[in-house]
């Protein structure tokens, strides 16, 4: 959170937001500064997206600021011509701006080989590579094509896929399209649970 | 026109959208807090938390209510903080809104602790990494570019209203007389003498010592409401021209 | 939601039972509050007092599990003080079908029960048919072997003492609850339902649902602003994942996943496109050959679909018990999976019988997960009570985009289509999920090409550019897929169209191959007028504004209709019941329907009001549920009690279990009913938000409620750190001791309930505490699969 702050506040200081009180109309010594928030989201500053809250199913608008800078995100607060909504968020639409401003988000794909007790960082390339020939293997070596009682199933048991309410709708046809193309029917997601 | 939140606590449903959007657009930094057998954390007011939804719990003939009080600085019209300003330009009070802000300036107070000790309502705190005594700002930076304080404007359910002093206040009223019909106990709290008008559904003890500023004369000093009342009569020193 | 979160403030009555609205969505409260403003009764009947029930009018506690008493005694009340929407009854539901003689109902078990097979032969349940084919119907209602007077009879059990003794609420509370309920059968009266997975997470998750839409049906609820059976659903886009199927049973659109028993599409297609030979059933999938070719069709486009059926892998069976989620996880426990992809999920910490389901994953050759933050399942290997060296697991945790860094469209609750566009980009070159999908598919696609393997033409034909372009996943691309196009020049009702034209809608899908539409419900979402879900107009027509149905704000499935079932709004002219929330209006045979996107454009009377249904009727009598035509109270497979006063079946027959996992009932070891629930601050397992300092800060570690009696019985402290037990494991919580939690006269006997969140997980915070799934148990709905965690048997001890 620390080093979010700060980004936020170099932020600040090179679009020189940071506002004498004057600047904000207190009419008052100029000595007195403070940080002036609003600022950040003048259009020279940075550009505006609408987009969905990504927890609950109410389906709340949100506005999100991002800097032409860096094109990070600098605020994300309910979107008010949103009719569901009008501008409201609870406490975690209210957060999403830390969601994606995280000190925690990995930055590299992780990989843990067998009887490992660490993960190691990998690239994203040689992941995909060892995942797609791991998928194959699998599926070569546990496909039916006819069930017992000699009927056609066409289908890979030896798979199995949860997920994901998380994803977009046309990610979630995607994913559904590339694990039906592969065999699999233990297809499972948290609508179930 | 001055501005005044008007907060009806019978619609506050605790979602602390309002607790996150202030932290969110102040950018300020989360506390470190363990569950401490309720749901209301951080436990206090703080540097960093400068709104924060006290949760309390009271059952009556059988009858429970969960009373949720989103706690902020009232923005007093004549606000007794001011006494205890020592540097000039620590405190702002603005003419145009009515907002009592609190500045960088304040870091260089040498009685830190008679900013609290002077409200009311219990409310400054300093903020420990730089000295500043800090509280509610009523977004001010927001306000005077026509945006709704962040609390304010994440609110759902019409809990938190903001707006010229005198439109408030005929809300107030209406709300209050739509309240008691629920709620006989209904009141408005110090609607006269603050920026932050409170309607609650039971005795604003049962939510919370400071709620009003008629509690906390008997919990703690310097003025009782009495005193706090009279003075506002009395010249004050105005640092906004 | 048959309706939508800004028709709630329609309603007259909010029941909220099943969910806790104002913690959970708690924006539904803007709308609820709205209501209220209006002079609606809110009333929420759960196991605690919550937000919720702070800001209700009526309070009225139950113990978890016991709905269906609760519910079936509202059923024998609307019945027998007649307080039913008779006109609605008789005309849009089944109260009027006479049932088979095959019918039986006998101390808790339906006719054509099979303890071998814990199922039911439900041909049984069949409706007496007539020589055309049709249900046989008495309009009056007196047949004793109609449907009304089935419920009148089944119902008759449901008494006012038995129902408060076994659910603990007061007689007092259930009077009010009944009467003020069933106030809204009057025809200008709307009464709606706030329900979530206080409902669904139980073995008669199903039946809890059923008895509430009869409920509904019985007072001409549905179909009506302020009404309707209103599932608040709990992730973003878990109304979308559902509609396009990441499940087990169904292809999106909710066509059926093929059986080993139906080796052709035709033999496919018959199997579940049903007949009707009443003419004015629209039965509407009749269509469904044209769905399914369609969708074939999107997924490999250079084929006959006839041919391509082949592609699509074929299921032995359609059960619950042998493919959903408990025994996906029960046979990875045995070994069955070599590979598992956990893409945008926590199993580890969402599933019940989460330590089983850890141990599980210890036996996979492989797994992916997917997700934003390193969790519980990524780490399952260096969780509590593992040893990594001996756990062979491969792991791959492929870290992605977030929500506003990526763009796409999400379906909320309301079924409403939303796209969302990119704001930020993501950080460290961060993909979104699309990306890396498209990715792996089109790496193995290549593998198969080059080396050839197991039946590769799923793979090798697969259509898998259609959703990207020049390589990269591509939303705009995949959503126009989604709705569909033309494969070739064709006339369709008089209409020309081009090759790759997009589809209007689903009225214009064929099944011969010559459209594709990758989910016939969302056909009409991005069409030669754009992308409708991106739409923001506040635009709407008087009608439509008195009920705010903002139909040119994004789109809604099916044709941006809004409130579903709308037909049975207004009476056979055309008339709304109420004129003052008119949803539609029959304007004439040149102006027609006004207001909504009627259920169907036809005229009045010219078709049965449920479209969706083979007979055209709301479904009082539901013969095609697994565990009976009509709900029927069962205590959860663990509980507190050796009987209940409705019959000598303890439990659901059918519900999902496996034998050799014990239960507690009526075990001294475990004496407390347990539930489970979320709060505001945090989420789901809490991956998302246990990473976040504003959230945690509020909520941060795991908790359990207890009332003060119990904490006096146990000797615990507010605050205190306790240890809560279940025959599955243990964890430890932080006390939070509260009047809101009341002990429960159950059959004479004082009964404690106590609950916790399970959004914690081991990981992160480092002292936040572990999932309260380590607790529940691995049973579930005999119908959908979905686990019984909100109420089953525990312990509480100081730590």
């Not at chain 2, 008629?214 to 009495?226: F, N, T, V």
């Not at chain 3, 997700?371 to 870290?399: H, R, Y």
Request: include cysteine; proline fraction near 5%; aromatic fraction near 10%.
């Amino acid at each position: 959170m620390h080093t979010n702050r700060r980004n936020f506040l170099k932020l600040s200081a090179t679009a020189a937001v940071a506002t004498a009180f004057g600047g904000l109309g207190l009419g008052c010594t100029p000595k007195a500064t403070m940080v002036d928030h609003a600022a950040a989201l003048d259009p020279k500053w940075s550009k505006q997206t609408t987009t969905i809250c990504c927890y609950c199913a109410v389906g709340c608008g949100l506005i999100v600021n991002t800097s032409l800078k860096d094109n990070k995100a600098i605020n994300v607060e309910g979107d008010p011509d949103h009719p569901i909504n009008e501008g409201a968020l609870c406490a975690k639409g209210a957060s999403i701006w830390q969601l994606a401003e995280n000190d925690r988000r990995p930055d590299s794909v992780l990989y843990r080989a067998p009887y490992s007790s660490k993960f190691k960082k990998v690239s994203l390339a040689w992941a995909l590579e060892k995942i797609a020939h791991n998928v194959k293997k699998t599926r070569d070596e546990t496909f039916t094509l006819t069930n017992k009682k000699g009927q056609t199933v066409n289908r890979c048991d030896g798979i199995a896929s949860v997920g994901s309410a998380a994803l977009d709708n046309e990610e979630c046809w995607a994913l559904q399209t590339m694990l039906r193309s592969l065999g699999l029917v233990y297809i499972e997601h948290q609508a179930r649970i | 026109m001055s501005k005044t939140f008007f907060i009806d606590l019978t619609k506050c449903t605790a979602c602390r959208g309002c607790q996150v959007a202030c932290k969110q657009w102040k950018k300020l930094p989360a506390e470190k807090t363990e569950n401490w057998g309720s749901h209301q954390n951080p436990k206090d007011l703080s540097g960093v938390t400068l709104k924060l939804v006290r949760f309390n719990e009271v059952e009556e003939d059988g009858k429970m209510q969960w009373l949720f009080f989103p706690e902020q600085c009232r923005h007093c019209i004549d606000p007794p903080c001011l006494d205890a300003m020592t540097v000039p330009g620590s405190i702002m009070h603005d003419q145009e809104t009515g907002a009592v802000v609190y500045t960088d300036l304040t870091m260089k107070e040498k009685d830190k602790e008679a900013f609290r000790d002077s409200c009311p309502y219990d409310i400054p705190r300093i903020n420990a990494e730089t000295g500043a005594v800090v509280k509610c700002d009523m977004c001010i930076d927001r306000v005077k570019i026509g945006l709704l304080p962040a609390c304010v404007k994440t609110c759902p359910t019409g809990a938190m209203n903001f707006g010229d002093r005198d439109d408030m206040l005929t809300l107030a009223n209406e709300r209050l007389v739509k309240a008691q019909k629920k709620f006989p106990n209904a009141e408005l709290i110090d609607a006269d003498d603050v920026r932050v008008v409170y309607l609650v559904q039971t005795d604003a003890d049962s939510y919370y010592q400071f709620l009003s500023a008629d509690a906390s004369s008997i919990q703690k000093g310097p003025l009782s409401r009495k005193q706090f009342l009279a003075k506002l009569g009395s010249p004050i020193k105005r640092m906004s021209s | 939601m048959t309706n939508h979160w800004i028709d709630i403030k329609n309603s007259d009555c909010i029941l909220i039972m099943g969910s806790n609205a104002a913690e959970n969505h708690p924006i539904s409260f803007k709308w609820v509050t709205r209501a209220q403003e209006n002079g609606a009764t809110v009333i929420h009947v759960d196991p605690r007092f919550t937000r919720t029930s702070a800001k209700a009018d009526m309070y009225a506690g139950i113990r978890s599990g016991a709905d269906i008493a609760v519910l079936g005694g509202m059923i024998k009340y609307i019945l027998e003080k007649d307080l039913i929407f008779k006109e609605y009854v008789v005309n849009y539901t089944n109260a009027s079908f006479i049932v088979g003689d095959d019918y039986k109902f006998d101390d808790g078990v339906f006719a054509g029960y099979d303890p071998k097979t814990k199922s039911y032969d439900k041909s049984q349940w069949a409706f007496a048919m007539d020589a055309d084919g049709n249900p046989q119907k008495d309009a009056t209602l007196q047949d004793p072997k109609c449907v009304y007077q089935m419920l009148k009879k089944h119902y008759d059990r449901y008494n006012m003492d038995e129902v408060s003794s076994i659910s603990g609420m007061g007689k007092a509370d259930l009077v009010k609850l009944y009467e003020t309920y069933a106030a809204t059968g009057k025809s200008d009266k709307a009464g709606t339902i706030m329900y979530a997975m206080g409902w669904t997470q139980h073995t008669v998750g199903v039946q809890n649902i059923r008895s509430m839409a009869m409920i509904q049906l019985l007072l001409g609820n549905i179909g009506i602003a302020g009404g309707g059976v209103n599932a608040l659903r709990g992730e973003s886009n878990v109304q979308g994942s559902t509609d396009h199927c990441l499940l087990y049973h169904i292809l999106p659109g909710y066509l059926k996943t093929p059986l080993a028993s139906q080796p052709t599409l035709a033999a496919y297609d018959k199997k579940y496109t049903p007949v009707s030979n009443d003419p004015k059933s629209a039965n509407w999938w009749s269509n469904y050959p044209k769905y399914s070719a369609s969708l074939i069709k999107s997924m490999w486009m250079d084929e006959d679909p006839k041919t391509a059926y082949n592609y699509l892998p074929k299921l032995e069976n359609h059960k619950a018990m042998d493919y959903s989620w408990l025994t996906l996880f029960d046979k990875m426990d045995d070994g069955q999976f070599k590979g598992f992809f956990a893409w945008g999920m926590n199993p580890a910490c969402s599933g019940a019988n989460a330590n089983k389901n850890r141990r599980a994953m210890g036996k996979l050759d492989w797994l992916v997960n997917v997700n934003i933050f390193p969790n519980e399942t990524a780490s399952f290997w260096e969780g509590p009570d593992m040893d990594p060296s001996k756990i062979k697991t491969e792991v791959f945790f492929l870290p992605c985009a977030v929500s506003i860094e990526k763009e796409g469209s999400i379906t909320n609750s309301g079924r409403w289509m939303q796209w969302r566009y990119k704001g930020p980009d993501a950080p460290n070159g961060l993909k979104p999920d699309g990306d890396l999908l498209y990715e792996l598919m089109h790496e193995i696609q290549e593998l198969y090409k080059k080396e050839g393997g197991a039946y590769p033409d799923p793979i090798t034909k697969l259509s898998w550019d259609g959703i990207a372009t020049n390589g990269v996943f591509d939303a705009h691309k995949t959503a126009k897929l989604i709705n569909g196009f033309f494969t070739k020049d064709i006339e369709v009702k008089g209409k020309k169209f081009k090759k790759g034209d997009q589809v209007p809608s689903f009225a214009y899908l064929q099944a011969d191959g010559s459209t594709c539409s990758g989910n016939w419900l969302y056909s009409n979402s991005y069409t030669a007028k754009g992308n409708m879900a991106a739409r923001r107009s506040l635009a709407q027509t008087e009608e439509q504004a008195n009920i705010g149905l903002f139909p040119n704000f994004s789109w809604c499935w099916p044709v941006n209709r809004r409130i579903l079932y709308n037909r049975a709004s207004v009476d056979l002219k055309g008339n709304p019941y109420n004129p003052k929330k008119a949803v539609i209006k029959w304007t004439g045979p040149k102006t027609k329907w006004q207001g909504d996107v009627p259920d169907g454009g036809w005229a009045p009377d010219a078709r049965y009001a449920f479209i969706m249904r083979k007979h055209g009727f709301g479904q009082l009598y539901g013969p095609g549920r697994a565990d009976g035509p009509l709900p029927e109270y069962y205590e959860p497979l663990e509980c507190p009690v050796k009987s209940h006063p409705f019959s000598g079946t303890l439990h659901n027959p059918t519900a999902l279990s496996y034998d050799n996992e014990e239960k507690a009932v009526c075990d001294p070891r475990y004496p407390l009913v347990g539930t489970t629930y979320r709060v505001t601050e945090h989420w789901q397992t809490g991956v998302m938000t246990r990473n976040q300092e504003w959230l945690t800060e509020m909520e941060p570690q795991v908790f359990v409620e207890m009332s003060p009696e119990l904490a006096e019985l146990r000797g615990i402290n507010n605050g205190d750190k306790v240890t809560v037990d279940s025959l599955r494991g243990s964890i430890w919580a932080k006390a939070i001791i509260t009047k809101r939690l009341k002990p429960f006269a159950i059959q004479g006997v004082t009964v404690h309930q106590i609950g916790l969140p399970w959004h914690f997980g081991w990981t992160w915070p480092k002292n936040g505490g572990d999932s309260a799934n380590i607790l529940t148990p691995s049973v579930g709905d005999p119908n959908t699969g979905i686990p019984e965690t909100k109420a089953f048997m525990v312990n509480v001890r100081k730590a």
